[in-house]
């Protein structure tokens, strides 16, 4: 977000969370992207925050509910106050638990562990949620559409035009099962903590084979998960690598070096397979 809109989001969260009887004399942005991450201190509680109607607070607040009913591995809600979307100044917001990250870095089995645990979790919740080739189609119109993404080169547009539609259809020729998901489970949404790894960001919850979620994973993770299909991992892969890249030439993207992130997964996808794991692209 602009400095104009941080400034105002952090008011907004420090407003809101007095008015919920929280002290607030500092507010700490821990990240600062499409959303705002915030630490309110001395209460410690943590704030998610966003431009009204640029959100799905309202899904991640009854799957972090339901989840954490049944001791899924998500990030609590914060206990003092009611759960559920707060709105200010513009601002949509919810609040949280803040949790103070291990410095031991998660192991590989860890991970994969936690994410079967929350994929079964997942299993016994019903709620509505959007299937994940609907992710995809949004994904190719974005590419598609040239006022959304005009710094995209005729060459590269095809290519990921070609990449969308082929991993989807090979995706979905494989006719796997499928399930709710956490979306988007890479290294970035889980938190190594004293309670044990816990998943953040439960908004890009959508349904679909446990594969499209494993593919978030480093290579490392994804051989611990149990019973993968290895082929429609491959694809699932191929299929993200290419979501990403799309993602990275919005031109209401605000990833850091989106550009740069989008040019990177462009030569892979030039490059061929073996796909690698979205995971492995942070270390780069």
Request: aromatic content about 6%; glycine content about 4%.
């Given at each position: 977000?602009?400095?104009?809109?941080?400034s105002?989001g952090?008011a907004?969260?420090a407003?809101?969370?007095g008015a919920?009887?929280?002290?607030?004399d500092?507010?700490v942005?821990?990240?600062?992207?499409n959303k705002?991450?915030?630490r309110?201190?001395?209460c410690?509680?943590f704030a998610r925050?966003a431009?009204?109607?640029?959100e799905v607070?309202a899904?991640?607040v009854?799957?972090?509910?339901r989840?954490?009913?049944?001791?899924?591995?998500v990030a609590?809600?914060?206990?003092r106050?009611?759960?559920?979307?707060?709105?200010?100044?513009?601002?949509?917001?919810t609040?949280w638990t803040?949790q103070?990250v291990?410095?031991d870095q998660?192991?590989p089995?860890?991970?994969?562990?936690?994410?079967n645990?929350?994929?079964?979790?997942?299993?016994s919740v019903?709620i509505?949620a959007?299937?994940?080739?609907?992710r995809?189609?949004q994904?190719?119109?974005?590419v598609?559409?040239?006022?959304?993404s005009?710094?995209?080169?005729d060459?590269?547009?095809?290519?990921?035009?070609?990449?969308l539609?082929s991993?989807?259809?090979?995706v979905?020729?494989?006719?796997?099962a499928?399930?709710?998901l956490?979306?988007?489970p890479?290294?970035?949404?889980?938190?190594?903590?004293s309670d044990g790894p816990?998943?953040?960001?439960?908004?890009?919850?959508?349904?679909?084979?446990i594969?499209?979620?494993v593919?978030h994973?480093?290579d490392?993770?994804?051989a611990h998960?149990?019973?993968?299909?290895?082929?429609?991992?491959?694809?699932c892969?191929?299929?993200v690598?290419?979501?990403?890249?799309a993602?990275?030439?919005d031109?209401r993207?605000?990833?850091p070096?989106?550009h740069?992130?989008?040019?990177?997964?462009l030569?892979?996808?030039r490059?061929?397979?073996?796909w690698?794991a979205l995971?492995?692209l942070?270390?780069d």
């Amino acid at each position: 977000m602009e400095a104009a809109l941080v400034s105002r989001g952090m008011a907004a969260a420090a407003s809101l969370a007095g008015a919920q009887h929280l002290r607030v004399d500092e507010v700490v942005v821990i990240q600062n992207s499409n959303k705002l991450a915030l630490r309110l201190l001395p209460c410690d509680a943590f704030a998610r925050v966003a431009l009204l109607g640029d959100e799905v607070f309202a899904l991640e607040v009854e799957l972090a509910q339901r989840l954490a009913a049944i001791a899924s591995p998500v990030a609590a809600l914060e206990p003092r106050v009611e759960p559920r979307v707060y709105e200010d100044d513009g601002f949509a917001m919810t609040f949280w638990t803040y949790q103070t990250v291990a410095p031991d870095q998660l192991s590989p089995t860890a991970y994969a562990h936690a994410l079967n645990r929350l994929h079964t979790g997942m299993r016994s919740v019903e709620i509505a949620a959007p299937h994940f080739m609907e992710r995809v189609a949004q994904a190719e119109r974005l590419v598609a559409n040239r006022d959304e993404s005009p710094a995209l080169a005729d060459d590269d547009r095809q290519l990921l035009l070609s990449t969308l539609r082929s991993a989807r259809q090979d995706v979905h020729a494989r006719t796997a099962a499928e399930q709710l998901l956490h979306g988007e489970p890479h290294a970035g949404n889980v938190l190594n903590t004293s309670d044990g790894p816990l998943f953040i960001d439960l908004e890009t919850c959508c349904r679909g084979p446990i594969e499209f979620d494993v593919a978030h994973a480093p290579d490392e993770v994804c051989a611990h998960y149990p019973d993968v299909d290895q082929v429609l991992l491959q694809e699932c892969r191929r299929l993200v690598l290419a979501m990403v890249a799309a993602w990275r030439w919005d031109v209401r993207d605000e990833h850091p070096n989106g550009h740069q992130h989008g040019r990177h997964i462009l030569a892979l996808l030039r490059n061929g397979p073996p796909w690698p794991a979205l995971g492995a692209l942070a270390a780069d």
